[in-house]
Nanobody, 122 residues
Framework: QVQLVESGGGLVQPGGSLRLSCVAS????????MGWYRQAPGKERELVASIRSGGSIKYGDSVKGRFTISRDNAKDTLYLQMDSLEPEDTAVYYC????????????????WGQGTLVTVSS
């Protein structure tokens, strides 16, 4: 089954850090776009950070300088290091991958994870 599984969310104090992971299952052969999105209470889903196959990285304005996106292609894993967390960062964080998958057969597909909740509160 093709799926993305996020982990690493939880409750953290303002100013703290969390590291989110997104593991792609189902034999991801290649990806041209991988990213993290979030949806806060009462708000629309927004881009947090994305990374293209060529290495181009884009961050949402609100997280620049605080979050770092990275990937480990060998492990088919996407990471989001979140530092200096603020209450405004509270949201469900979703992983998204646009890529070519090898299971059950080779195909291109956009896949979203189920999300992991990040709560920043004292």
């Amino acid at each position: 089954q093709v799926q993305l599984v996020e982990s690493g969310g939880g409750l953290v104090q303002p100013g703290g850090s969390l590291r989110l992971s997104c593991v792609a299952s189902g034999s991801l052969l290649s990806s041209n776009d991988m990213g993290w999105y979030r949806q806060a209470p009462g708000k629309e889903r927004e881009l947090v950070a994305s990374i293209r196959s060529g290495g181009s990285i884009k961050y949402g304005d609100s997280v620049k300088g605080r979050f770092t996106i990275s990937r480990d292609n060998a492990k088919d894993t996407l990471y989001l290091q979140m530092d200096s967390l603020e209450p405004e960062d509270t949201a469900v964080y979703y992983c998204k991958v646009n890529g070519v998958w090898g299971r059950p057969t080779i195909h291109y597909r956009e896949v979203w994870g189920q999300g992991t909740l990040v709560t920043v509160s004292s």
